[in-house]
């Protein structure tokens, strides 16, 4: 599985953005899907998942009520709504692909993309 992602940049507090993975592969649907963040001299972050079968979302308390992670098996793509961005939610965002079962472990991801800024002004 390939992954890229798209959607990032410069955006004052309280914008929106939308952030798309694309996957190649024909396994995508087998595959449930994580959003992390990684601002610079910080870990890797769990954002959010979402299962192989977009039944089951999870979210990283930061970031519920205001993020929304989707996905379209068909299209072989995974979204990140993202609104009332603040400037703590400045990073890196990449998305990863997990075989079958999500987790909130970055670890544990199989696939990544090569990520997308996304910048948020005060």
């Known amino acids: 599985v390939q992954l890229e992602e798209s959607g990032g940049g410069l955006v004052q507090a309280g914008g929106s953005l939308r952030l798309s993975c694309a996957a190649s592969?024909?396994?995508?649907?087998?595959?449930?899907m994580g959003w992390f963040r990684q601002a610079p001299g910080k870990e890797r972050e769990f954002v959010a998942f979402?299962?192989?079968?977009?039944?089951?979302?999870n979210y990283a308390d930061s970031v519920k009520d205001r993020f929304t992670i989707s996905r379209d098996n068909d299209k072989n793509m995974v979204y990140l709504q993202m609104n009332s961005l603040k400037p703590e939610d400045t990073g890196v965002y990449f998305c990863?692909?997990?075989?079958?079962?999500?987790?909130?472990?970055?670890?544990?991801?199989?696939?990544w993309g090569q990520g997308t800024q996304v910048t948020v002004s005060s």
């Open positions: 990863g692909a997990k075989y079958f079962r999500p987790s909130y472990d970055p670890g544990e991801y199989d696939y």
């Open positions: 592969g024909r396994t995508f649907s087998s595959y449930s």
């Open positions: 979402i299962d192989w079968r977009a039944i089951n979302t």
